[in-house]
């Protein structure tokens, strides 16, 4: 089974009725989507090239205005009674529970993207590894009742055209140069 039939089970059937038993103060607040690191985000894994670290995995995203009341209800209600495997896939590994995330939109994008600000302002492009931009956006999005994921998710997926035009720049200017671009 792929990584991401996997976590969509997952989501289904673990997950799903966690986020339908929340209050509508949160559960309007939240998204839910399988994004990150390993091969399994963006579907090159199979049978026989899974991850060391291969799990039924999903993050849950908040918006960043939640109280820590309404923080700790949602991480409680995603982490409580967990089973200890999902399709006979250990869900706890090395002693933590990497199968759910509960973690605030905006700093998970700031975090994994190595940035101080968001939405990110045109200096920021410049310093993104284009491979994180793929795993964020190469991911899958399974609960996003207000699309604000997806508009993240979508402002990331290409290059400002002013960024654009200054890479290109660069290159040809390496090029003139006399360097080998790789």
């Known amino acids: 089974m792929k990584g991401r039939e996997l976590s969509r089970s997952f989501y289904e059937s673990v997950i799903l009725p966690r986020v339908q038993g929340l209050p509508p103060t949160i559960m309007n607040r939240i998204q839910v989507g399988f994004l990150g690191e390993g091969s399994e985000v963006s579907g090159f894994d ?3 090239s899974q991850d060391h670290n291969f799990v039924p995995r999903v993050i849950v995203l908040f918006d960043d205005d939640l109280t820590s009341e309404e923080v700790e209800s949602l991480k409680g209600q995603m982490l409580e009674d967990l089973p200890n495997e ?7 590994l090395f002693g933590y529970t990497k199968a759910i995330e509960v973690l605030p939109r905006v700093h998970f994008f700031k975090n994994y993207l190595h940035v101080n600000s968001w939405p990110l302002e045109l200096e920021d492009w410049l310093t993104l590894e ?3 931009l ?3 956006t190469a991911g899958v999005v399974y609960f996003d009742p207000h699309g604000r994921l997806g508009e993240d998710l979508k402002g990331i997926a290409f290059y400002p ?13 390496r090029l003139s140069e006399g360097e080998a671009i790789v």
């Open 46 to 48: 199979d049978s026989l």
């Open 86 to 92: 999902f399709l006979g896939f250990k869900l706890d």
């Open 130 to 132: 284009e491979q994180r």
């Open 134 to 136: 793929f795993e964020l």
């Open 161 to 173: 055209n002013a960024v654009r035009l200054f890479l290109l720049r660069q290159c040809w200017l």
